[in-house]
């Protein structure tokens, strides 16, 4: 069994967006609540005050959620060792991970080995662009299978469709049902979540956890 568990939601906190007092009123009362994501696209090197006062404040498992080898510090309980397969440059299918290698050693930190998918959500965004990668097209059900088919054999601990901040779409439920019934593999989806109906739907579909950001950036949230 995954050791995080499943059927929970993981809250994406973003350092440049609020400050951790603030985010962490904002998700105060959420039941199923079952970790904190910390990422963000453009930070280096100045969020890991924010981290150890997040850790102060919370007891649940904090894991970065990696933009750069630059955010890594000691106060993560885990890092999401992530691998775009999506897509097809280099430094984000391995050049980053090299980087990062001696870091987590040193850091004595967890990983999990994930595979990262993004999937079209209707919008342009800001993984796409750093990353420069396409997302694999939403209705290309065989293509995403075969994705995390290739993830599974390469053995990849966890998958995670994503859609990207703010999609206007979100990754389709029947994807979720197909790669969870054909892979296996724990499964973590995120990317425009906003209602509590989302998230229910994901987990009847299959999700073991559903990623939350934007939804939590403001305290009028309907999860």
């Not at 009123?25 to 609540?33: A, C, K, P, S, T």
């Not at 859609?163 to 724990?186: F, H, R, T």
């Amino acid at each position: 069994m995954w050791e995080l568990g499943s059927g929970k939601i993981w809250v994406l906190y973003d350092p440049d967006k609020l400050e951790v007092e603030e985010f962490y009123r904002n998700i105060r009362g959420l039941n199923d609540l079952g970790a904190i994501l910390v990422g963000t696209s453009f930070s280096e090197g100045d969020i890991c005050p924010k981290v150890k006062k997040l850790k102060e404040l919370s007891d649940y498992p904090v894991i970065l959620f990696p933009g750069s080898v630059y955010q890594l510090c000691p106060y993560y309980d885990y890092v999401l060792f992530l691998s775009l397969i999506s897509g097809r440059n280099p430094e984000y299918l391995i050049g980053e991970h090299v980087k990062a290698a001696p870091l987590i050693k040193k850091f004595n930190l967890r990983v999990i080995p994930t595979a990262y998918l993004l999937i079209d959500g209707g919008t342009y965004t800001a993984t796409e662009f750093i990353t420069n990668t396409k997302p694999l097209p939403r209705n290309k059900f065989d293509l995403i299978l075969a994705h995390c088919l290739a993830a599974k054999y390469l053995g990849f601990s966890a998958i995670y469709l994503e859609a990207g901040s703010g999609a206007i779409l979100n990754v389709p439920y029947e994807v979720v049902n197909l790669v969870k019934e054909e892979v296996g593999l724990p499964l973590i989806v995120g990317g425009g979540i906003r209602l509590r109906e989302q998230v229910d739907k994901y987990f009847s579909s299959g999700a073991d956890i559903v990623v939350i950001g934007s939804a939590f950036e403001d305290d009028d949230r309907k999860i």
